[in-house]
């Protein structure tokens, strides 16, 4: 018998109806395991790992900016070209003595700004790099929190 080849062929076709579906959970699958560098940012040089130093009986010097702009240090009038000529004898003596430096409020922060440069040219006096603090306004209330006071309110006396 003889085979009768039929009239009406089907064209071979590829079933794409479920590829839209595939592409769309293999978008899902690499969002969810892709791991993204969360390390940006800024560097920090963050100091060694020395052992914290002991301020007793060390005072600090205390540099304070008034909200008039004019500069107090240890209770003196100070200007800031004299800064480094007041701290120097100082620092030979003792290298590692704490300077604090504090805005008072409604000191403009171009003055703080301004101190800190000066503070910044120890170095090129042949001194090691001061050790610098600044109290924020945080810092302040919780001094005044745990020891009733604040340190900064007419310590010179007046």
Known sequence: MRRRRREHSIEAEIPTSSTGDIAFLLIIFF????????????AF??????????????????????????????????EAEAILDYLE????RNPGKP?????HPGAKYQDLVAAYEWLYRVP?????????S?????DLADYVRIFGFDPFAAHCGG
Do not use: H
Not at 124 to 132: A, H, M, S, T, V
């Open 31 to 42: 969002v969810v395991t892709a791991s993204f560098a969360v390390t940006k940012g800024l």
């Open 45 to 78: 040089n963050l100091p060694p790992d020395d052992p914290p130093q002991s301020t007793e009986g060390k005072e600090s010097v205390l540099i304070e900016i008034q909200g008039d702009g004019s500069i107090v240090v240890d209770c003196r009038p100070m």
């Open 89 to 92: 004898p100082k620092l030979l």
């Open 99 to 103: 300077i604090v430096l504090y805005a």
């Open 124 to 132: 090129d006096r042949g001194l090691d790099d001061p050790r610098i």
């Open 134 to 138: 600044i109290p924020t306004p945080d």
